[in-house]
């Protein structure tokens, strides 16, 4: 009754408690599930000096530096129960050694971290640590936890800010990591791929009232022929069924005959072909399908074209927009959804 406010604290550890890392905030900054670290606490000791209220975890820089630590250990091959005693402090010469010798779950998370954005961006916080989380669960071709922080990261924060901000730097620093080791992380870079292809699935089919009314045709989105690279295109389907606009998703490598006729049948109000490389860039087929028109005689209309991609860099198709990103894209076609034509650039 008499003791003060810090005195209670010292007493119970509610005061460490409150400044420390919650159990989900300290997952995704090691990549790892929240039952991962759950489980090493339980089976092998690896856990919070303080806990509050009886059960909730709080980590503290302390415990985040042993987390850190068996975390590496494991990703070098070392068994969960002999990284654990290392962790804590043994003095195992092997494990040790195990540890020291192999960096490259670090040195993967180092380059996805330098790729994200700054510190402090918003909303996001620090994307830096997302990223680090993502790369090492992918070089630990953790799937469990890969899909854990890529559902979270998008509930939490949407398909743009994930994109952008976590899921390109992440990727394209698997990328760097694999055009300078050989093909040593081509595994590393399909099993993330196809986590975010899933991720971004499930954003694509929210629980919802569905699109909204717009008066509109749909969007359009496809890869031109030959163009087999389609993730970047379903971000923007995922941030278009985020924002309740129609759309209709055709995917890889469109036929020509194919694409033209979902137009004539459709009417959309755009079509967004992608291009990931200068070689599958078909421009004649762009200002084919931008001529393309339905409808009655003396009410006829055409679709807006959208190219997206690399590969389309060069001059510019007159009449067509480039959207730089895809939160250009997708402010683009929602003004097109809502009758405000924007410029083509």
């Not at 250990?73 to 003095?91: D, H, Q």
């Not at 993330?192 to 991720?199: D, G, K, M, P, T």
């Not at 970047?232 to 033209?260: D, I, K, S, Y």
Request: proline share 8%; aromatic share 4%; hydrophobic share 40%.
């Amino acid at each position: 009754m008499g003791g003060s406010r810090s005195d209670q604290e010292r007493e119970t550890g509610t005061g460490s408690a409150e400044a420390g890392v919650t159990t989900g905030a300290l997952a995704r900054r090691l990549g790892v599930s929240p039952t991962t670290l759950r489980s090493w606490d339980r089976r092998y000791g690896v856990g919070p000096a303080v806990r509050s209220g009886g059960r909730h975890r709080r980590w503290t820089p302390q415990d985040v530096a042993m987390l850190e630590e068996m975390c590496r250990l494991t990703s070098a091959g070392v068994p969960p129960a002999e990284a654990a005693r290392a962790a804590k402090g043994s003095s195992d010469p092997l494990t040790a050694g195990v540890g020291a010798a192999d960096d490259e779950p670090e040195s993967l998370a180092r380059v996805a971290a330098s790729l994200a954005p700054a510190a402090g961006s918003e909303p996001l916080g620090d994307p830096r640590q997302e990223c680090k989380g993502l790369a090492r669960a992918a070089v630990r071709l953790d799937a469990p936890s890969v899909d854990d922080q890529l559902n979270s990261l998008v509930e939490r924060h949407g398909v743009v800010v994930g994109w952008e901000e976590v899921m390109v730097p992440t990727l394209h620093a698997v990328g760097r990591k694999w055009e300078s080791a050989g093909d040593r992380y081509v595994e590393v870079e399909h099993l993330l791929s196809w986590h975010i292809s899933r991720a971004l699935h499930r954003a694509s089919a929210p629980a919802g009232t569905g699109p909204r009314a717009t008066g509109a045709g749909p969007v359009l989105l496809a890869c031109v022929p030959g163009e087999q690279h389609c993730l970047p295109l379903e971000a923007l389907h995922a941030g278009l069924v985020e924002q309740g606009l129609p759309t209709r998703m055709f995917g890889a490598a469109v036929p020509p005959e194919a694409l033209t006729a979902a137009v004539r049948r459709l009417g959309p109000v755009a079509v967004v072909l992608w291009s990931q490389t200068r070689s599958t860039a078909d421009r004649p087929l762009a200002r084919h399908i931008a001529a393309t028109t339905w409808g009655v005689r003396g009410a006829r209309a055409h679709p807006a074209v959208l190219l997206g991609g690399p590969g389309w860099a060069g001059r510019a198709e007159s009449g067509m927009l480039r959207p730089p990103g895809l939160r250009e894209a997708l402010t683009a076609l929602v003004g097109l959804a809502d009758g405000v034509a924007p410029q083509p650039g």
